[in-house]
């Protein structure tokens, strides 16, 4: 079963930060805090993925708090072409993702 | 990034027929891959991992007889939907795991979609 918890939907303008949240309470110390995101039709995109410290790349950004019960995605600049459903999976490396319901975000023109 | 293919993109057989679903890992060679199924405006479940040279492991509810898994090489994994039924009908995706510890992810296939007649 899923471990995460998200809003199911959000909206964004574009060009601005989109912040999008997990809950994750109940996370080990050693799973890993994955995001991908779905856009309509397609297999998913692998997006970042972290343990404890916050992790940038090229797509986004994730911040993890200190006690890594809760995450947030962070995508600087969204464009339309951001417009899908966004996973946050929490799971031992290595093992069986078990995705939840994820958030829905629109990016509005 | 890791490409995953999926072939055929888009199925439709009669009921009572079998499917095959291939998942291929292009630039990479994968142990382990996985299959989820999605139905409309619901999420991926997981429906087995599949471990390259041995049986593959289903979750719990998934009919190992129905949905046979075979992952014969390091690049390719296929999923056989047997007597297919109208239930059946749904987005297929696959995975390939990729990666050392830090590193590990799954990247996934564009997915296949069944229509069962």
């Known amino acids: 079963d899923a471990k995460t918890t998200q809003p199911p939907s959000m909206d964004c303008a574009e060009g601005r930060a989109a912040n999008l949240p997990c809950n994750h309470s109940?996370?080990?110390?050693?799973?890993?805090v994955y995001w991908y995101r779905q856009i309509h039709s397609q297999g998913p995109q692998y997006i970042i993925h972290?343990?404890?410290n916050n992790e940038t790349n090229e797509m986004a950004s994730l911040i993890i708090t200190e006690d890594r019960k809760s995450s947030t995605l962070i995508l600087p600049h969204a464009t339309l072409r951001d417009t899908a459903v966004y996973y946050c999976i929490v799971t031992l490396t290595g093992n069986q993702f078990y995705f939840g319901t994820g958030t829905s975000l629109t990016v509005i023109p | 990034g890791a490409v995953v293919s999926q072939h055929p993109s888009r199925v439709i057989c009669k009921s009572g027929t079998s499917v095959k679903i291939e998942c291929r890992s292009l630039d990479f060679q994968a142990t382990t891959m996985f299959w989820y199924r999605q139905f409309p405006k619901k999420s991926l479940m997981l429906m087995a991992t599949s471990n390259e040279g041995s049986k593959a492991t289903y979750e719990q509810g998934v009919e190992k007889d129905k949905f046979l898994i075979n992952h014969a090489s390091l690049t390719l994994s296929t999923l056989t939907v047997t007597s297919a039924h109208p239930e059946d009908s749904s987005f297929y995706i696959c995975?390939?795991?990729?990666?050392?510890?830090?590193?590990?992810?799954?990247?996934f296939g564009p997915g296949t979609r069944l229509t069962v007649l």
């Open positions: 972290g343990l404890k």
């Open positions: 109940t996370i080990s110390g050693n799973e890993y």
């Open positions: 995975s390939a795991r990729v990666g050392s510890p830090h590193t590990d992810t799954q990247y």
